[in-house]
């Protein structure tokens, strides 16, 4: 699993290839809030998280994150 941090101003996109909506998604695991890209699969958070095991433990829940079609 990749992941990255971005600075806020640019928040609205993909840290890794530069994808914006429709895209990604804003999500929130364990009171840190991140981007998730539907196509390339990467983590943009926006700040670094308070640890190291809690950025494992987002990056493993998100390996079996499976977006919900429409």
């Known amino acids: 699993m990749r992941s990255v941090v ?7 996109m993909c840290g890794i290839c530069g ?12 009171n840190v809030h991140f981007i998730w890209c539907n196509k390339c699969h990467t983590i943009t958070f926006f700040k670094q998280p308070q ?12 390996n079996f994150y499976k977006p919900v079609t429409k």
Do not use: G, H, V
Request: charged letters at 50%; proline letters at 3%.
């Open 51 to 62: 640890s190291d095991d809690k950025k494992r433990m987002i990056e493993n829940e998100m």
């Open 6 to 12: 971005l600075e806020q101003e640019k928040a609205n």
């Open 19 to 30: 994808a914006q909506e429709p895209f990604i998604e804003y999500k929130e695991l364990e």
